[in-house]
């Protein structure tokens, strides 16, 4: 595993970790900076292509996560404003169906993550097939 790969895995890591603890206000705001980082990133994009897509290995590694964080952070933060019942898992309660619904929150978590993956790597080869780089 890379420096960067390892880099990226602890910075999304950590952002999972606030997104989840932070209150509504913030989590609307990490949805307003990604949208507009992501605009901001295609906007670029689209004026210089050659600017994000056109580097040596290590860098274009950097630059490929770059791309996919903003995104990411901001479908991650949407689920969490729309399911606002998400917090983090503290333990489990009393009470027959009290796994039941620890499991519910889990698998509701697991599919914003899963959607915000995809959404972030879909925007990347939108951007890649913009730009013929495929």
């Not at 900076?33 to 290590?58: C, M, Q, R, Y």
């Not at 399911?83 to 009290?98: A, D, H, Q, R, V």
């Not at 796994?99 to 959404?119: D, T």
């Amino acid at each position: 595993m890379s420096a960067i790969d390892r880099f990226a895995s602890a910075v999304a890591s950590r952002s999972l970790e606030a997104i989840e603890t932070a209150d509504r206000s913030t989590r609307t705001l990490g949805v307003i900076a990604g949208i507009l980082t992501t605009l901001s990133i295609w906007w670029v994009d689209l004026k210089t292509p050659s600017l994000l897509f056109n580097h040596h290995e290590p860098l274009q590694e950097l630059v490929y996560v770059l791309l996919r964080a903003p995104p990411f952070v901001a479908v991650v933060s949407l689920g969490y404003v729309l399911f606002p019942s998400l917090e983090k898992i503290t333990g489990t309660g009393s009470g027959p169906i009290s796994g039941y619904l620890q499991i519910e929150k889990s698998e509701k978590r697991w599919k914003i993550i899963v959607a915000a993956g995809a959404v972030s790597v879909a925007n990347l080869l939108c951007m890649m097939f913009s730009n013929h780089h495929v």
